[in-house]
Nanobody
């Protein structure tokens, strides 16, 4: 089975930092674009950050730009979250897509990602 496995969530005070990690198999058929989305109860999942695994090009939603950084390693994608705010509290999901070319808007759109992890909770108080 194709798997994306997130880790690193937890609780932190406002202004603090967390680092999320998403591990994926080298044969994952959707690992051209990797992204982090987040969702709060009653709301739709929203894109936070995306990265093209080959080029390293990254995109950020305005709500996290300047505070979050997405990066890639060997079969792993990380999200460094600094300056956390209570409104960052959400379930964070890692997602993968095999589409080679996407605009910034497309790269942060849930519909373009067929592979998802199980999510990791981030709580900021």
């Amino acid at each position: 089975d194709v798997q994306l496995v997130e880790s690193g969530g937890g609780s932190v005070q406002a202004g603090g930092s967390l680092r999320l990690s998403c591990a994926f198999d080298a044969y994952t058929p959707a690992n051209v674009h990797m992204a982090w989305f987040r969702q709060t109860p009653g709301k739709e999942r929203e894109g936070g950050a995306s990265i093209h695994i080959d080029s390293g090009n990254s995109y950020y939603d305005d709500s996290v730009k300047g505070r979050f950084t997405i990066s890639q390693g060997a079969n792993k994608v990380a999200l460094q979250m600094n300056g956390l705010k209570p409104e960052d509290t959400a379930m964070y999901y890692c997602a993968g897509a095999d589409r080679w070319s996407m605009t910034a808007t497309q790269a942060l759109a849930e519909i373009n990602y067929p592979i998802w992890g199980q999510g990791t909770q981030v709580t900021v108080s």
